[in-house]
């Protein structure tokens, strides 16, 4: 009984991995994608444009959860609620 729970268990964690694998590889695509969308359409991002580590980090210190949200709607920008 136990070994035939320990390989379910196993066969999962195997299908997990495998799962997971596809979805680093899925990501890596849409991130290479929406790079060369970006590029083509600003141009390609100057390394001194980049924000520092040090600003990241002041950023993430100031970051209000939910701001950017609150930004579109003060342009305006948010679809409106279902009445």
């Known amino acids: 009984m136990e070994h ?3 390989a379910q268990l196993r066969q999962r964690i195997a299908e997990l ?3 997971n694998a596809y979805l680093k590889d899925s990501l890596e695509f849409v991130k290479a994608d929406r790079k060369a969308l970006r590029d ?14 040090e600003e990241y980090i002041e950023m ?3 970051h209000v959860p939910g701001s950017g949200m609150k ?3 003060e342009l ?6 279902p009445a």
């Open 4 to 6: 035939d729970l320990e």
């Open 17 to 19: 991995e495998k799962e």
């Open 40 to 53: 083509e359409l600003y141009g390609p991002v100057r390394v001194e444009d980049l924000p520092t580590e």
């Open 60 to 62: 993430m210190k100031n």
């Open 71 to 73: 930004f579109l709607e």
């Open 76 to 81: 305006g920008l948010l679809p409106r609620k």
